[in-house]
């Protein structure tokens, strides 16, 4: 018991000083026999410190009065208590180093810093050297520029969205591959279009740019060869402009015989023109079984692996930690260190992005790590843990705002309810969540660094139950608290289509589906309307394929003089309301708005179907 009460005395002076550290006010207070007591007194009259952190300081005042009481959990409990206050006072210190190397690295990821722009033209910082992940695009444009014919007309184009990376692309082909660069009369530009001449308007940048293709310079067979990045909205801008204009026929007759402008964006490879999408493709994989991306695992190693020799991040972590800065930033790094977090990150993405049919570009997938890793000022510190950053109440970039359905909080689940309910009557909140947390054999440091969210304020019990769910979920999204069988049922399907598999099951929930949406009408239909959309559909499925992660489902659909031919277009979500419609489900005004274009698509459909009235189709 001696032994206990020796350890425990210096734990407790230990504690003392981190508490002088962080409260300087404490140092005027003498020395007596109560000098514990005195200092639990000074925190209280000028709240310092939080309701949870006084009734933790008033536990070991106790043990000071009742030495008998100490046993090995007491030190347990003081080396917690102890571990928590020497990182608020390593924070508190923090504030006068001037310098993060991890900080100032995740600095350069946030959209907002001149170095996450690339130019195409100037040579690539070390970190966005380091930071560059080959895409498809990357071989393709290789294979074109080495073999370019030296005496050729020739125009390659790197299109794609702002932020998928065509700056990128372009210097990264420079830098590694410079021979590629010797032919004579090359030309290249980063940004077709832009001018910094305030006096030359878009239009006239853009003519000038693809001047070297107009009919008049493409019969004067002169070698040249160009190399543009160009943002697909902006070609398609200057392709309507040269129609207009007349001059520029033989790439707007290409453009247009090839349809490369319209539909899905597709590679065009010919010996004059190669044009190359850059994000034609998600950058992710389906399987029956879930989704994988080479593309996303390289990335998060290359920023969260544990590795200093390598990464430079996990360097710049180490080296702060050597000198005591340590701070939210820290910690958040330390838990995407994990493998299962990293896992559920990546999976979340992939879903949110099937989910609304988008592709995230690598700037805002940069920007996004940035989001959940770099703390906000003036934020109360539960709602600086990932767990919240990744889900917060007003997301202020897309992916942010994409991934709020996949937000663990609105899960429905009756264990959900289970754990919910457990946690409201439990009369030690932060017991219980150390005991759900230690579930998932959490690393020892972590869990010690994470009593400084539990006991530092007077968290209410809504805000600790939603960090509970997004931390299980984090750490283990195939728990069965978030199952989402809808989601691997559409994967499914989708491979089948993938394959060119008839899938019976989904070709009948689609025409279920078609049927209701159909039959349901709004309140401003007329008569006749309503007596013929009565009338049940005939249609029959009879062919399945994939096109960028959508579903496309050909069908036939019959009335009165015959038969329409329809391709129906199936994204997750909408594959999702299709489940409700089977379960008959009622249409409401904000399903139709959600989906606007695909119903707008069935309102011009069934417009143009034509049943007669006095007889059912059988």
């Known amino acids: 018991m001696q032994k206990f009460e020796r350890v425990f005395d210096q734990l407790l002076q230990t504690l003392i000083t981190a508490l002088k550290s962080q409260f300087p006010s404490l140092g005027s207070i003498p020395k007596t026999t109560h000098y514990f007591k005195d200092i639990l007194q000074e925190l209280t009259q000028s709240q310092l410190v939080s309701l949870r952190a006084l009734n933790q300081l008033r536990k070991v005042q106790r043990y000071v009065t009742q030495p008998s009481q100490i046993n090995q959990e007491t030190i347990v409990f003081m080396q917690q208590l102890l571990a928590y206050y020497q990182l608020e006072a390593a924070e508190s210190n923090r504030q006068s180093i001037t310098h993060s190397r991890l900080a100032h690295l995740f600095g350069q990821l946030d959209i907002s810093s001149p170095q996450a722009v690339v130019n195409g033209k100037a040579d690539l910082t070390d970190l966005q050297k380091y930071l560059n992940v080959p895409v498809p695009a990357t071989a393709i444009l290789n294979r074109i520029v080495n073999q370019l014919p030296a005496n050729s007309h020739t125009l390659t184009l790197i299109i794609g969205r702002s932020g998928t990376g065509k700056s990128q692309l372009l210097s ?78 033989q790439m707007i007759d290409m453009i247009q015989t090839t349809n490369i402008l319209d539909g899905p964006p597709h590679d065009l490879i010919t010996a004059q023109f190669q044009f190359v999408y ?100 003036d934020t109360a510190k539960l709602d600086n843990t990932i767990f919240n950053l990744m889900f917060p109440e007003q997301p202020q970039t897309r992916i942010l705002t994409d991934l709020h359905q996949c937000d663990p909080v609105t899960f429905q689940h009756p264990k959900i309810t289970q754990l919910l309910l457990q946690f409201q009557e439990t009369n030690d909140k932060v017991a219980f969540l150390q005991a759900q947390l230690n579930h998932y054999h959490l690393p020892s440091h972590w869990f010690t660094n994470s009593y400084h969210f539990l006991i530092d304020q007077n968290t209410p019990d809504i805000a600790l139950a939603r960090w509970l769910l997004r931390v299980l979920y984090l750490f283990d999204h195939q728990n069965e608290f978030f199952a989402d069988p809808v989601y691997f049922r559409f994967l499914k399907s989708y491979t089948h289509a993938l394959n060119y598999h008839y899938d019976a099951n989904l070709a009948k929930l689609v025409a279920v589906g078609l049927q209701r949406w159909y039959s349901q009408t709004q309140s401003d239909q007329s008569a006749a309307q309503v007596h013929q959309l009565a009338i049940p559909l005939q249609l029959k499925v009879y062919y399945l394929t994939t096109e960028r992660r959508l579903i496309k489902v050909f069908c036939v659909i019959f009335d009165e003089f015959g038969e329409h031919l329809a391709q129906i277009p199936i994204s997750l979500s909408l594959f999702r309301l299709f489940i409700k419609l089977d379960q008959n489900y009622v249409l409401s005004p904000s399903d139709r708005q959600h989906h606007l274009a695909f119903s707008s698509f069935l309102t011009d459909l069934f417009t143009n179907l034509n049943f007669n009235y006095d007889t059912r189709v059988d």
Request: aromatic share 12%.
């Open 172 to 249: 990264n082909l420079q830098a590694y591959h410079p021979e590629l660069f010797t032919l004579p009369n090359l030309y290249i530009k980063d940004g077709a279009g832009i001018s910094f001449d305030p006096l030359t308007s878009l239009d006239d940048q853009l003519l000038r740019d693809f001047d070297g293709f107009s009919d008049q310079q493409l019969r004067s067979n002169q070698p040249l060869h160009q190399i543009m990045t160009i943002p697909d909205v902006l070609l398609k801008h200057f392709a309507r402009h040269a129609q207009r204009l007349g001059t520029f026929t």
């Open 278 to 377: 850059i994000d034609r493709l998600p950058l992710y994989d389906v399987t029956p079984s879930g989704t994988q991306s080479d593309f996303l695992d390289q990335l998060t190693a290359k920023i969260f692996s544990a590795n200093a020799y390598e990464n430079p991040f996990y360097r710049a972590y180490q080296a702060d930690v050597d000198q005591n800065i340590i701070s939210p930033l820290h910690r958040n790094f330390q838990l995407l260190t994990h493998p299962q977090i990293l896992t559920s990150i990546k999976y979340t993405l992939i879903k949110s992005q099937l989910e609304n049919q988008k592709v995230f570009s690598i700037r805002e997938l940069l920007t996004f790590f940035h989001d959940i890793v770099v703390p906000k000022p």
